[in-house]
């Protein structure tokens, strides 16, 4: 039987042996990533392959505190740090939620039959995430929803390889419409020139690019408006289109909810962007939260002047690798 001595030998060399796997798995998929800042991408895909080291520190203090080669006080720390994260990283992150909201779009009267429409934003196809299991899984809990209509609030990408078409095929497995509009990460702000590519990607699996256009229904009509950074989410012509029937607005940044005119019926705004801060601590989010908006938009439903917005906590993961306490989210949309 091995003493403390030679376990913990043996788990530094793991260790080290992990720690290279993670460097040369991160400099490959840099390689094959759509980026104008291949140093940038390295780094981030190295925090995403060093995050496995997580799951051997887990186990490796508690034996540590039991042999006593770490204090009790040490154990427990390194136990509980690398816990949270180890769930924040490799558990959380796979958990689609659905939540339904219901909203009565007329102030007036209920729609003769409810619509149901299906929300998701940043899938952020790429470095972290996007991937083949969760775009499964996000389909499925989709078709178990069986919406009306599907709408996807932008920034599909973050800075995705050259496969996006492949990696998007399992959308074709929807079944209901799926209506699109891009966000910041697919418009170069920040990210690679990778229009092209989406564009493409999303044409050949079926999800129809409605920016700057209008799709009819019974009962009431939605736009695509381009994204705010973009410079592309002008609504003054809005007053001059048909005001027969309410409207629902498909846009990325919920702060754009502040560019729509008076209309004669309010509007309901659709979007995404905040990711509800992805990891939720006490202050430190909500100060994060100052920058990415403006308008103090997290998640849910918020009143303005105008018009309301819903904002989705989206599916996917930027800047690190960890969702916290703000799963990846379906969000419902229930017209009455």
């Known amino acids: 039987m091995m003493n403390i001595h030679s376990v913990v030998f043996y788990f530094y060399i793991a260790m080290a042996l992990l720690a290279g796997w993670a460097v040369y798995q991160a400099w490959i998929s840099q390689t094959n990533t759509e980026t104008i800042h291949p140093f940038k991408a390295f780094v981030h ?4 392959y060093l995050s496995y080291l997580l799951i051997p520190l887990f186990f490796f203090s508690l034996y540590a505190g039991f042999q006593g080669y770490y204090s009790w006080h040490e154990a427990i720390f390194v136990f509980l740090v690398s816990g949270v994260l180890c769930y924040a990283r490799f558990i959380e992150p796979h958990f689609v939620h659905v939540k339904t909201t219901q909203y009565q779009i007329q102030e007036d009267y209920k729609l003769l039959k409810p619509v ?3 929300l998701i934003a940043d899938l952020h196809i790429g470095l972290f995430s996007g991937h083949e299991r969760q775009l499964k899984t996000i389909v499925k809990r989709l078709n178990e929803q069986k919406p009306d209509l599907v709408v996807v609030a932008g920034d599909w990408t973050y800075e995705p390889e050259n496969t996006l078409a492949e ?3 399992v959308l074709q497995e929807i079944n209901a419409p799926v209506y699109s509009v891009n966000g910041n990460h697919d418009e ?3 990210g690679p020139p990778i229009q092209n590519l989406l564009r493409h990607a999303l044409k050949v699996n079926n999800v129809i690019d409605i920016e700057g256009q209008i799709v009819e229904f019974e009962e009431f009509r939605l736009i695509g408006v381009g994204d705010l950074w973009a410079g592309k989410a002008d609504m003054r012509f809005m007053p001059h ?3 027969d029937k309410p409207w629902v607005i498909l846009s990325h940044n919920p702060d754009t909810v502040d560019m729509i005119p008076a209309l004669p019926s309010r509007p309901l705004m659709l979007s995404g962007h905040t990711h509800g801060g992805q990891v939720e601590l006490p202050w430190l989010t909500d100060y994060v939260m100052k920058k ?5 938009h ?3 439903l918020y009143r303005h002047e105008h018009a309301d917005v819903f904002v989705t906590v989206g599916t996917g993961m930027v800047g690190v690798p ?3 306490r703000v799963p990846p989210t379906i969000d419902i949309i229930e017209l009455i």
């Open 45 to 48: 895909l190295l925090a995403f």
């Open 167 to 169: 990696e998007l095929e």
């Open 241 to 243: 289109l048909p005001q």
């Open 322 to 324: 960890f969702r916290f």
């Open 292 to 296: 990415v908006s403006i308008l103090g």
């Open 298 to 300: 997290k998640k849910g």
């Open 188 to 190: 170069q702000y920040p």
């Open 116 to 118: 149901r429409i299906a």
